[in-house]
């Protein structure tokens, strides 16, 4: 399945590629002490009583995210051993676990732009494991393409073969797509913002649970139409967690001096504002593995904080969150949320 790009990527919405997809992923249950999903059930005709009727509307924000020390991920930590902050004000936490075992949507996003010629064998071989290793019964993944256009390789299933078979029917695409420039004017190449956006809007926002973007890239993009800005607002309002696995046939990503604007800088904040990282593996297959080994154990070892904000106006701004696990210890979660009423998973 082909995401069309149109004028306005806003008018792209998930009824446009009902036609095209045979069957979209059913609802997971939503968090523990999340909201109830949505009814499908048509409203009944309102009926008049003389008495008030009292409205609750409880809104959570889920929180994963994941703790370390200069020894490694930490287990075992309770409630109380946490606190998080929304715009520096303290949030009292409902519920603390740790969710190890909780259902996970995972999306691949392959590029297969001219950069990757030499190492997409390695990142197909690479994350067909991850995906046989990491994927159980309740779990479920997706597979898209980009380069000069954004494809669906493979909808959400959690049969390994499949998607395996789809990540080795890849292939490298430096044609000029459906016409040589895109909505905004620039020329097509690597729509690597589109495909997160359309990823995370389309595929992971209706979604309740742990959800994750997997980026297998140089971080360059050309001819989005799409920014980083609208892209991390897309993961972050998916409450999804971006994992960029830098990645291309010359290898030199340097780090000592990270400007955004440029690729580094760009996934960097990508991954980072999402509660992910990035992880530079230059076109060393070795270390393509340890870097799906290093999520897949962060993915076993998160944790899940939920609370109900002080401020309670779904007002639709971003609210900035802090976290303090105790000295010596680093929180990986994501930077903020968008105060959204009606998301499933969380704001």
Known sequence: MRFVRLPLLSTLTLVALLPLCPSLKAQEAPSPGGPPPSSTAPAETPQLHDTQTLKVNVNLVNIYFSVRDKSGFIT????????????????????????KNLPLTIGILL?????QTNVLPLEQQAGA????????????AFLISFDVNVDMLADYTNNP???????DKASINTGSGAGSVTGNGNPRGTLLFDAVYLAANEKLRPEAGRKVLILLTDGGDQGSQETLKSAVEAAQKSNAI?????????????????????PVGDMEKLAGDTGGRVINVGNNGRKLEDAFDQIQDE??????ASYTPKNA???????????????????QARKGYYAIAGDADSQ
């Not at 590029?111 to 950069?115: K, L, V």
């Not at 960029?244 to 780090?255: E, K, Q, R, T």
Request: charged letters at 35%.
């Open 76 to 99: 075992g930590l309770k409630k109380d051993d946490c606190s998080i902050f929304e715009d520096k004000e303290p949030q009292t936490l409902k519920n603390f676990t740790q969710e």
């Open 111 to 115: 590029d297969t732009s001219g950069s």
């Open 129 to 140: 494991r991850f995906l046989k290793e990491v994927l159980t019964k309740k779990d479920e």
């Open 161 to 167: 073969r499949e998607l395996t078979r789809a990540m």
């Open 242 to 262: 971006v994992y960029v696995i830098l990645i291309a046939d010359s290898g030199n990503f340097g780090f000592g001096n990270i400007t955004f604007g440029s």
């Open 299 to 304: 993915l076993r070892t998160q944790y899940l």
């Open 313 to 331: 106006a779904a007002d639709g701004k971003y609210r900035k969150l802090e976290y303090d696990c105790g000295k010596g210890r680093k929180v």
